[in-house]
């Protein structure tokens, strides 16, 4: 039987995973304006033990709204495995689309309908900062240049299109996640995005890209710290290598 065309087949219920360390003042906000953004979207706060007792307040807030959910991990094991495990937590409850956003508030829930609405013709559709119409506020030269760098060398290696391929708001149809093989998912940091996003391009899934603002967050400190960066150049470069080699020998097409 012919699978039914993606518009047909429809994207709720929607599942918000947002990963947290040390959010305690961004997560109330920021869940506050998805809620108010986009009121029939449930959210998964997937705490990673934060000292700050971020998951203290986040279980306040899910006892007061039934559309947020916690899930307590006793260790800081990287934003890979907390988004991984929030996958797994809204495959197993039939969620028909998961989103990735963060909590710092550099993603603005207010663009989240039209990165869900860009699935119509997609399986996976990506906020993006390097497409017409993106951009970024607030961000320091340094982190620009190191984000671009990063884009362009990931783009190269792997031979992809997608320009934003390291960006962190994104929206998978359930197909996308329930073909990739989560458990083979070594990534731990940022470079996590890139994983998934060049998978699920080699899986022979459509991806779109959206235009978003991403805004630097204001509260806290981020995440990015130089190991994060060196997985980043060593795992992407080794896929590279083993692209490249499996296309001289014929195992995969070029492009």
Request: charged share 25%; proline share 5%.
């Amino acid at each position: 039987m012919a699978q039914a065309p993606r518009g047909a087949q429809g994207i709720d219920p929607v599942l918000v995973v947002v990963p947290t360390y040390n959010e305690r003042e961004n997560i109330g906000p920021i869940l506050e304006r998805l809620l108010k953004a986009l009121p029939d979207v449930n959210a998964l706060v997937v705490d990673d033990g934060s000292p700050d007792g971020t998951g203290d307040v986040a279980d306040e807030l899910a006892k007061a709204d039934e559309r947020i959910q916690v899930m307590h991990r006793t260790e800081k094991a990287g934003l890979g495995a907390a988004y991984v495990a929030g996958f797994r937590w809204g495959l197993a409850r039939d969620y028909a689309t998961i989103v990735e956003m963060d909590a710092d508030g550099s993603h603005a829930p207010e663009d989240l309908p039209r990165v869900l609405a860009a699935l119509e013709d997609a399986d996976l559709s990506i906020g993006s900062r390097y497409v017409p119409g993106g951009s970024t506020v607030n961000w320091p030269f340094q982190r620009k240049a190191l984000s671009w760098v990063a884009n362009f060398y990931a783009r190269v290696a792997l031979g992809t299109k997608i320009n934003d391929i390291t960006a962190g708001f994104r929206a998978y149809r359930r197909t996308v996640l329930e073909k990739l093989p989560l458990d083979e998912i070594a990534s731990r940091g940022y470079c996590f995005q890139i994983d998934l996003a060049f998978r699920t391009a080699l899986a022979g899934f459509e991806v779109v890209e959206v235009p978003i603002t991403f805004t630097e967050r204001e509260v806290g400190q981020s995440k990015m710290s130089g190991s994060v960066v060196r997985e980043a150049i060593v795992l992407v470069g080794m896929w590279g290598i083993k692209r490249r080699w499996q296309q001289l020998r014929g195992l995969v097409k070029k492009g």
